[in-house]
């Protein structure tokens, strides 16, 4: 990951949590590049995809 994409990650992050991949990518202007390379490493792990939520998601 590019020293670019860093610094936009960690400075979104201080706005608050992330709360799905497509909050990263807007928050922290990256792209799919970014995002693909942090689900390799396990980053990402148990992250909605999206920044939408399910009705199952309360239910259970």
């Known amino acids: 990951m590019g020293e670019v994409a860093s610094i936009g990650i960690a400075e979104a992050r201080k706005n608050g949590e992330f709360i799905s991949k497509q909050d990263i990518k807007k ?7 970014t995002i693909a390379l942090l689900e390799k490493f396990g980053c990402l792990e ?8 399910s009705l199952f998601d309360s239910i259970f």
């Open 27 to 33: 928050r922290a202007k990256v792209g799919d590049a």
């Open 46 to 53: 148990g992250m909605s995809e999206t920044n939408q939520m």
